[in-house]
């Protein structure tokens, strides 16, 4: 095993700036998939739970999705919400019994609610609810994309850590072109994330800019 004295950040900046990184590449179609952005996770004055990477990044999310609506491309929302047994959380619900707990984000509690800064077409978009990290988990997620046609799927969201990583590996698992634009994704520390978008990088899926992604989709 290699060892390194190098923060988490800085492995992912070497990575991110070899120029000789390989790439899945962005197929015909894509699907904009924005994993639990919802207060439990939004709401940094509010709930212990919730992070932020890059403050823009519910404006970022809102402008994608107004370009995939604009070219008739699929958009998707996730959030998570537990019964009040929290037998639905299954084995993942069993850890902690905090007020903080992930099988306490209950049905019509705020934390289950979508950050009021998103801009939600509830007519056009896509709205999932998902009991376990991946998106692609027990939801019709799956069965929209083979009707879309798409072969590229885009996400946002958090953690990075979690339900990101978690969707990517089952994107890719699925055949699809997985793409993650960097400021578009956060987690709690630093050294989650930046860890996790070098693993991503180097085995699941195409970590790239905003800019990047914004110019493939106008296209």
């Not at 990290?133 to 590229?152: G, I, K, R």
Request: overall charge negative; glycine content about 4%.
């Amino acid at each position: 095993m290699q060892t390194t004295t190098k923060t988490a950040k800085e492995i992912y900046n070497d990575v991110k700036n070899n120029p000789a990184r390989k790439r899945f590449g962005f197929g015909n179609k894509a699907v904009l998939v924005n994993i639990d952005p919802q207060k439990a996770y939004t709401c940094t004055d509010e709930f212990a739970t919730a992070y932020e990477t890059d403050p823009r990044q519910m404006e970022y999310i809102n402008e994608m999705s107004k370009t995939f609506r604009a070219k008739g491309w699929p958009v998707v929302w996730t959030h998570v919400a537990y019964m009040e047994g929290a037998e639905d959380a299954g084995i993942w619900g069993t850890r902690t019994d905090t007020p903080d707990s992930l099988q306490n984000i209950k049905f019509d509690s705020r934390r289950s609610e979508f950050d009021d800064r998103l801009e939600i077409d509830y007519v056009k978009d896509v709205v999932y609810l998902k009991k376990m990290p991946s998106a692609f988990f027990e939801t019709q997620l799956q069965s929209l994309l083979v009707w879309h046609q798409v072969d590229t799927v885009i996400l946002t969201g958090g953690s990075t850590s979690g339900c990101i990583r978690a969707t990517a590996v089952d994107s890719l698992s699925r055949g699809y072109r997985t793409i993650v634009p960097e400021e578009c994704v956060a987690d709690k520390h630093e050294s989650y994330h930046y860890a996790n978008l070098t693993d991503l990088s180097l085995k699941y899926a195409d970590v790239l800019t905003l800019d990047e992604v914004n110019q493939w989709i106008a296209k």
